[in-house]
T-cell receptor, first 119, second 111 residues
């Protein structure tokens, strides 16, 4: 099946620093990637939709200047949490749509997630 | 926008029994219904999906049924095993926007 990787799997940083998380589709091309955050025992909350070569679309309430998204190629999207604070601590998960499945454009494959802890 | 409700929030079954999780959705334009399994500390894993032109799909011990008229779909797991213990999420898509997820069901299979 389609594989999506994320790096790092976990990160601990000091308040005020920036953290970059990478999301890669390993064996397929993805024109669209999604970024979610998940708090303990809760569902996935969509943060933004990332399209290759264009600006990301952010969900209401998500600060685009704080969560910078870059989708530079069909296999890589990055999320940068700028000036991180303890309330940004969460589990961040990306997903990618499999372009090659043609009409089945909704199929999303998820990465393993990145646990961010801001001290 | 789409509204997805998932029930139950927790489900405990004995090993070997069946488990059923149900979801309802609101947007009649939705046409894609996947189910994900999420283990602790990991990302969601796609386990089965169904599209609106099909009423039922089965993959070994897992099956999904869809009733488009009533706008609900269900996940059925037969002969449950302890390794089936996880959180299961339903989701709904329409081919344009990101998937909308249900609130999740924590399944515990007692050995």
């Amino acid at each position: 099946g389609a594989v999506v990787s994320q790096h790092p799997s976990w990160v601990i940083c000091k308040s005020g620093t920036s953290v970059k998380i990478e999301c890669r589709s390993l064996d397929f091309q993805a024109t669209t990637m999604f970024w979610y955050r998940q708090f303990p025992k809760q569902s996935l909350m969509l943060m933004a939709t990332s399209n290759e070569g264009s600006k990301a679309t952010y969900e209401q309430g998500v600060e685009k200047d704080k969560f910078l998204i870059n989708h530079a190629s069909l296999t890589l999207s990055t999320l940068t949490v700028t000036s991180a604070h303890p309330e940004d601590s969460s589990f961040y998960i990306c997903s990618a749509r499999d372009l090659e499945r043609g009409g089945e454009t909704d199929t999303q494959y998820f990465g393993p997630g990145t646990r961010l802890t801001v001290l | 926008g789409e509204n997805v409700e998932q029930h139950p929030s927790t489900l405990s079954v004995q090993e070997g029994d069946s488990a059923v999780i149900k979801c309802t959705y609101s947007d009649s334009a939705s046409n894609y219904f996947p189910w994900y399994k999420q283990e602790l500390g990991k990302g969601p894993q796609l386990i089965i999906d169904i599209r609106s032109n099909v009423g039922e799909k089965k993959d070994q011990r897992i099956a999904v049924t869809l009733n488009k008229t009533a706008k609900h779909f269900s996940l059925h797991i037969t002969e449950t095993q302890p390794e089936d213990s996880a959180v299961y999420f339903c989701a709904v898509g329409d081919g344009r926007r990101a998937l909308t997820f249900g609130s999740g069901t924590r399944l515990q299979v007692q050995p």
